[in-house]
């Protein structure tokens, strides 16, 4: 048999192979019931955000403003206590930097930036974005994520080697990229952002803030903002599309926040 044509069976059988897991990895999204691709553990996640955490404040400026390192504590230890994640090692942080940020690492680890701070004019905005960002860690869209480019990457590689010899091969991996790229990256990091977006306000109304915020905010966000990139090629969504999204929402997120203030 010519080395090619056995290069070639063995890289079917492993195309096939991911193929076989891809059927056999699926799992349900906690909240929003989506079926999806997951090739790595919540275990796995976890210790990949508690160093990804340690080696970002080895080089972070804590932040000295005491104000708000109590607010996001405040605030995160609420959302923690309804997010259905008891096993997570909960941590809240601020550091001192211009840019406007904030995220939330698997496991729990939450980050601040004092960039952001100015934006939030009470407890309740602070409390739409985060939890915002941590939907996105219990949803496990890091590792939703992850087990995406893992799959593209090899399926790349696969094809890679199966036109080594053809002089269209930059044609078809370039063709291949930008697929995947557009047709199933892009496209789920949007999803991911309605997803966090529905769980964080849901969490948000279940710790007792009034879930009508996060329209608030976002329209606000909207008058701040500049140009953005079509929503067809964003990884996420407009901020119009986004406000809709949530108002259709609220008449159910009002009653979790109303059966919340009961108890």
């Keep these: 048999m010519k080395p090619l044509l056995r290069k070639k069976e063995a890289l079917t059988a492993a195309g096939l192979f991911l193929l076989i897991q891809i059927a056999t990895s ?10 999806r691709f ?11 955000g508690e160093k990804s955490y340690r080696d970002f404040l080895a080089k ?25 994640k008891p096993d997570y090692k909960w941590e809240f942080t601020v550091v001192d930097s211009k840019e ?21 004019e009470n ?30 990457n090899f399926l790349g590689a696969v094809l890679g080697a199966l036109t080594e010899h053809d002089n269209k091969r930059e044609l078809y991996l370039a063709a291949f990229g930008g697929i995947t790229t557009v047709g199933l990256i892009l496209p789920y990091s949007r999803k991911h952002e309605y997803e966090a977006d529905e769980t964080g306000t849901l969490f948000t109304a279940k710790a007792g803030y009034a879930p009508d915020a996060s329209v608030s905010f976002w329209q606000k966000m909207m008058k701040q903002g500049g140009a953005r990139p079509p929503e067809f090629l964003s990884t996420h969504p407009a901020d119009q599309k986004r406000v809709e999204y949530l108002q259709k929402l609220m008449p159910r997120m009002r009653q979790v926040h109303s059966a919340s203030a009961e108890k």
């Design 60 to 84: 972070a400026v804590p932040s000295g403003n005491q104000a708000y390192k109590r607010m996001v504590e405040r605030v995160g230890k609420r959302l923690a206590a309804v997010a259905g």
């Design 100 to 120: 406007v940020n904030a995220f939330c690492l698997p496991g729990g680890k939450i980050v601040f930036y004092t960039g952001i701070m100015p934006m939030f």
């Design 38 to 48: 997951m090739l790595t553990t919540e275990a796995q996640e976890n210790e990949m």
């Design 123 to 152: 407890e309740a905005e602070l409390a739409v974005v985060m939890g915002h960002e941590i939907a996105h860690a219990v949803l496990r869209h890091g590792g939703e994520r992850m087990s995406q480019a893992m799959a593209a």
């Design 26 to 35: 699926c799992a349900t999204t906690p909240y929003t019931d989506r079926t």
